[in-house]
Every structure is written in structure tokens, then in C-alpha cells.
């Protein structure tokens, strides 16, 4: 049955100006979409379980912000789908495929803010909480010829206000990559560079009998030795089998796209912004928006690993 409330505004719509027609209309649409993104998180379910204890014993305990809430019957507390997720208090949720949109292309905190109408540091915090989960869904295995380099960065303050910007004070970061004649990615985002580390991250990722193509950097040398696994220089013959045009030309853009597109980036975020440009070259078609919701409520169902002939932007 019709409220009086619902009545009153269906007859005063005819009176309503330009401006209160198209807010009206706004808040309409973010409903529908709000609506419809709860739906989507809650029928993409990970296996329900307490978010506290793990118990399956649960009981519905109402709706709020148009998701489901649960009763634990084991430990008495309540929850939600996105309970201990990056998604978790996050509001406005009719933006958050939009928002997933402007990630899949690219986009900087400011022209995402404006093309989704929030606040540009709402912008900030949601890449961040969307990205947060990106650094584990990267390839399991390498194989067969594997081209290993790395990009040398200096170390970012981009925009602390307490730290000293020193050039002299600076650190090295290196972002090491090995990439597949599949384009299979799997990288890796440290303060150091050495043999060492190389082995703590490659070890069990590189398949028995490939081949590691490299820059002259000792530390790949040793750590291809170590594994005993074949090596060899890169060439800039493109006719030979050791051309490295996959790790090179994936540089370049990522390059590229960091200092041009977003103008640099913190250093204590870097790795979100690997992931991110990761996750964008994952698929031949390019990643859907949807996929970059589902991976910001969890990793458990939806990690995929690269798929054949992925492009890269």
C-alpha cells in the first residue's frame, strides 16, 4: 500500500524545477545502483562462514545498507558480506562499478573523482581499498623462457608532509619482473636487490628446465646458477630467441604510464600501483569492472592466474 509520503511526492514531481528534477533523478539512479551492486557482492559469495571464529553456524539477523547481516551462533557477533574485506564501511556504494571502471582504464585520483562525483581523497582512499587485494593475484608459475629485468626507482615522499626530501636521503626501490613468452607476470616490489632475494621469491615460481633471460645484472646470473636453471643474456637482435621485447616494452609503459598518467607515485604505495598495472594487462580484452570488485571483496574465488596472449596497454 502507498505511503502519504510516496503520494505527496509523486504529485509535487510537476512542480519541481529543472535543478530539483535532475537531483531527484541522481539520487534515484545511485539507489538502483546501489541496489544492484549489493546484489552482486552478495550472490558472489566466498563459502559463508563467521568472519571472527569461521563458524558455518549462522543464523540472518536482519538487512542494513541493503546487504544481509548474520548472527553467529558460536561467538554471538554480527556481520555483514563485506565484514573484514577493503570493502568493509565503504559508502556509496552506487558508485563502486563506476569507480571499478575508472581503475580498469587508468585513470588519476582527480579524473576518477570528477567522473564518479565524489570528493577526490574519497577517491584516493577507494583505489587503495580496491587495490588492496591485487598484490596477491598474480601468476603461480613461470616457464619455459622467462624473461627476468627490474626498474630501479628512488624512493617517493609523494605527499607526506613530515618527511625530509632529500635527494641525497633517498633510497633505491626496484621492482623485479619475470615475465613468460605467455605473458604470465609475476613481480616483486623491494628495498633491495640481490641474489638473495631473487631466490626467496623465484625459487618455487620458475619451472624446472626453462630458460631465465636477463639484463647483465650478476645478481640474475647467480641466481639462475643457484637454480640451475639455463641463462642468458638479453640481445637487441630481434631475430634471436633472447630478444627481450615482452620485459621491455611492459617497462616502457608502466614507466610511462606512472610518471606521465598518475606523475609518480609514493613509494609506500608502489606496489598497489604494480598490481594495479598488472591487473589491467592481465586479459586480452583488458579486465571488466566487475572482476574488479569481485577481487576487492576477496581473493579466494577470484584468483585467476594471466591468461594466454594478455595485452599490455
Known amino acids: 500500500m502507498k505511503s502519504n509520503k510516496f503520494k505527496n511526492l ?3 514531481i510537476d512542480k519541481f524545477n529543472n ?22 557482492l552478495e550472490t558472489a559469495k566466498d563459502e559463508l562462514k563467521c568472519p571472527y571464529c569461521s563458524s558455518k553456524i549462522l543464523i540472518k539477523w536482519g538487512k542494513r545498507s541493503d546487504l544481509q547481516r548474520y548472527k553467529c551462533k558460536n561467538c554471538k557477533k554480527t556481520f555483514n558480506s563485506l565484514t573484514n574485506t577493503p570493502l568493509a564501511r565503504l559508502k556509496r556504494k552506487g558508485h563502486w562499478l563506476d569507480y571499478a571502471n575508472c581503475l580498469k582504464r587508468g585513470l588519476s585520483i582527480r579524473k576518477a573523482a570528477e ?27 613461470l616457464g619455459g623462457i622467462v624473461e627476468k629485468t627490474h626498474i630501479k626507482l628512488k624512493e617517493s615522499f609523494k605527499g607526506s608532509r613530515d618527511k625530509v626530501r632529500i635527494e641525497s636521503k633517498r633510497k633505491d626501490v626496484f621492482v623485479l619482473y619475470g615475465i613468460d ?3 604470465n607476470i609475476h613481480d616483486i ?4 636487490f640481490s641474489s638473495n632475494i631473487i631466490n626467496k621469491y623465484y625459487k618455487n ?16 646470473t647467480k641466481f639462475s646458477k643457484d637454480a640451475n636453471l639455463k641463462h642468458t643474456h638479453f640481445t637487441e637482435n630481434k631475430d ?15 614507466m610511462e604510464w606512472l610518471n606521465k598518467k598518475l606523475r609518480g607515485v609514493a613509494t609506500k604505495y608502489l606496489e598497489n600501483y604494480v598490481s594495479w598495472f598488472r591487473s589491467m594487462n592481465e586479459f586480452r580484452s583488458g579486465i571488466k569492472a566487475i572482476t574488479i570488485l569481485y577481487r576487492a571483496k576477496s581473493i579466494e574465488k577470484y ?11
Request: glycine share 2%.
Open 19 to 40: 535543478l530539483e528534477f535532475r537531483l531527484l533523478k541522481e539520487k534515484i539512479e545511485e539507489r538502483i545502483y546501489s541496489k544492484r551492486v549489493s546484489y552482486i
Open 10 to 12: 509523486i504529485n509535487g
Open 181 to 183: 613468452r605467455n605473458n
Open 189 to 192: 616490489t623491494n628495498k633491495g
Open 303 to 313: 584468483r585467476h592466474q594471466p591468461q594466454k596472449m594478455t595485452r599490455f596497454i
Open 205 to 220: 615460481i620458475i619451472l624446472e628446465n626453462s630458460l631465465i633471460l636477463s639484463d647483465r645484472k650478476n645478481q640474475f
Open 240 to 254: 634471436k630467441l633472447s630478444y627481450n621485447e615482452k620485459s621491455e616494452t611492459y617497462k616502457y609503459q608502466f
Open 115 to 141: 567522473e564518479c562525483d565524489i570528493h577526490k581523497n574519497t577517491s584516493f582512499r577507494w583505489r587503495h581499498r580496491f587495490l588492496e587485494n591485487s598484490k596477491f593475484i598474480k601468476a603461480k608459475k
